[in-house]
């Protein structure tokens, strides 16, 4: 088992930056697959990102939806219990809640892989 809180957002500018963590509980972080999702509003969650370290990529692989790849980056750090998702040149497209997650099961990019969920923290980018 293992608990998520999502921490980071707020209310930024188009092209800025911002950083969202996602903190774990317990002390087997290091056996989860992690991933981000977003949702806006009237509209279904989306895969953002995902960090892996098994499954069918290499340990410490990362993969990202192609709306944010070049913009976006996973972060993982085990001695924190945290995960990290650095966001640059923020558009205003970008605005939702973003969701972190977490599977014993492997790496993927659907949200149903996964069996643990943070509560959410609202990004909102400003033109």
């Known amino acids: 088992q293992v608990q998520l809180v999502e921490s980071g957002g707020g209310l930024v500018q188009a092209g800025g930056s911002l950083r969202l963590s996602c903190a774990a509980s317990g002390r087997t972080f290091s056996s989860y697959a992690m991933a981000w999702f977003r949702q806006a509003p009237g509209q279904e969650r989306e895969f953002v990102g995902r960090?892996?370290?098994?499954?069918?990529?290499?340990?410490?692989?990362?993969s990202y939806a192609d709306s944010v790849k070049g913009r976006f980056t996973i972060s993982r750090d085990n001695a924190k219990n945290t995960v990290y998702l650095q966001m640059n040149s923020l558009k205003p497209e970008d605005t939702a809640v973003y969701y972190c997650?977490?599977?014993?099961?492997?790496?993927?990019?659907?949200?149903?892989?996964?069996?643990?969920w943070g509560q959410g923290t609202q990004v909102t980018v400003s033109s």
């Open positions: 960090y892996s370290w098994s499954g069918s990529w290499s340990a410490g692989s990362t």
């Open positions: 997650a977490a599977t014993l099961g492997g790496s993927s990019s659907r949200a149903g892989s996964y069996d643990y």
